[in-house]
Structure formats: C-alpha cells, structure tokens
C-alpha cells in the first residue's frame, strides 16, 4: 500500500513539473509569435517603401527622358533609369505574388494578407 502511495505522489510531482514546463513554453511561444509577427509587418512596411521608391525612380526617368529634348547621351541615361523602375516594380509585383499565392493556394499562414498596391 505505501508503494501505491508514493507512485501516485511521483506522478503527481511529474505532472505538476510538465504542467510548470507547458507554461514556460507557452509563453516563450508567445513572445516568439510577437517577434514573427512584427517581422512580417516590417517585411510589409518595407516592400510598400521600396515600391514606392521603384515608381519614383520609373518617374525620374520619364521626366530626364522629357528633359533630355533630343540629347542622345541624356536619353541613353534617362532610358536606364526607366528601366531600372521597370525592373523594380516587376521584382516586388513578382514577390507580392509568391507570397499572396502561398498564403491562399496553399494555406500557409502569415501575419495576415499582404494586399497588393491598387491603383
């Protein structure tokens, strides 16, 4: 009888042990999900700067290609620029796809829906 008695105070002191321990866990989960979380919403922050930095550099290049009046050198430079914004935009558009596409297709979560720019 006394044997019964001390499995069941051992089992008693492993489950509030593994109790103790879920806790810990739980909220190092937690602060692990705030850590994900704010990174995404900087990884959104910072795709929405860069997209607008890509269409004010293709703007850039519309007014040197404007100003440059018929100076082939200037046009040649106004036409990369133009073409860098061009790729710009065709980057972050490809990524803001991916993602979009694995979050809905194929359900992989996220801090939520990235919202591709409407114009």
Same mark, same amino acid.
């Given at each position: 009888?006394?044997?019964?008695?001390?499995? &069941?105070? *051992?089992?008693?002191?492993?489950?509030?042990? =593994?109790?103790?321990?879920?806790?810990?866990?739980?909220? @190092?989960?937690?602060?692990?999900?705030?850590? $994900?979380?704010?990174?995404? *919403? =900087?990884? %959104?922050?910072?795709?929405?700067?860069?997209?607008?930095?890509?269409?004010?550099? !293709?703007?850039?290049?519309?007014?040197?290609?404007?100003? @440059?009046?018929? *100076?082939?050198?200037?046009? %040649?430079?106004?036409?990369?620029?133009?073409?860098?914004?061009?790729?710009?935009? &065709?980057?972050?558009?490809? $990524?803001?796809?991916?993602?979009? !596409? &694995?979050q809905r297709d194929i359900g992989i979560g996220?801090?939520?829906?990235?919202?591709?720019?409407?114009f």
């Amino acid at each position: 009888m006394l044997s019964h008695g001390r499995k &069941f105070s *051992n089992s008693l002191v492993l489950a509030a042990a =593994l109790w103790a321990a879920s806790i810990r866990i739980a909220a @190092a989960q937690s602060k692990i999900a705030v850590i $994900i979380i704010n990174a995404i *919403n =900087l990884v %959104k922050l910072a795709a929405g700067l860069v997209w607008m930095i890509a269409l004010v550099v !293709f703007g850039w290049g519309i007014v040197r290609l404007i100003a @440059a009046a018929g *100076n082939q050198e200037e046009i %040649k430079k106004a036409k990369g620029i133009i073409w860098w914004g061009v790729i710009g935009m &065709f980057v972050l558009a490809s $990524i803001v796809g991916l993602i979009v !596409f &694995f979050q809905r297709d194929i359900g992989i979560g996220g801090g939520g829906i990235i919202i591709p720019p409407q114009f």
